[in-house]
């Protein structure tokens, strides 16, 4: 039986524009307007927001504890390795990289993105290559054991920033 959990990656320190997930949007933070659709999946079993140790990020911690959903606090860097914290907090075996700035990503494009994924016995899929939809809706969707090998052999900063570049271009994952 699959089980799913999303992971939104989530910091206040942006370089563009530094707090931009807890913005208000519509009378609440960015990050909430994200959590409640998110919370609208069929198919998704948790959410864990994969957030930094720094401390301008405990207002993210404490939006996710209000939210009720799963938290984790890792490396400011290494994204990668937050991504593994976080996959310790749930029993998932599909996994789903949202980022925290995405407040617009639809339900419905998830569930169908996860039932893709699990019909297909896939390791990783994605619609953004190509780009399919436009950004704010781009959906990573891949297992826990790519996410492990990811981790295992990813080396470059690039590779940990971004999560997922080495899932896309290795030969080991068919």
């Given at each position: 039986e699959n089980s799913v959990a999303i992971i939104v990656q989530a910091r206040n320190k942006s370089t563009r524009l530094p707090g931009k997930v807890m913005k208000d949007l519509g009378g609440k933070p960015l990050l909430l307007f994200l959590i409640e659709r998110l919370k609208r999946t069929k198919t998704v079993d948790d959410i864990i927001i994969a957030t930094t140790e720094d401390d301008?990020?405990?207002?993210?911690?404490?939006l996710a504890k209000d939210s009720g959903v799963i938290f984790v606090r890792g490396s400011?860097?290494?994204?990668?390795?937050?991504?593994?914290?976080?996959?310790?907090?749930?029993?998932?075996n599909i996994l789903i990289r949202i980022t925290g700035d995405s407040p617009l990503m639809d339900p419905f494009l998830i569930d169908n993105a996860v039932?893709?994924?699990?019909?297909?016995?896939?390791?990783?899929?994605?619609?953004?290559?190509?780009?399919?939809?436009?950004?704010?809706?781009?959906?990573e969707v891949f297992s826990r054991e790519a996410l492990m090998m990811c981790n295992k052999y990813a080396s470059t900063s690039f590779e940990k920033e971004h999560v997922t570049p080495w899932m896309r271009q290795s030969r080991l994952i068919s």
């Open positions: 301008s990020d405990d207002s993210l911690v404490n400011v860097n290494n994204v990668l390795s937050r991504f593994v914290l976080a996959s310790k907090k749930t029993k998932a039932n893709l994924f699990s019909l297909n016995n896939y390791d990783y899929i994605c619609n953004t290559n190509p780009p399919t939809y436009p950004d704010g809706l781009d959906i």
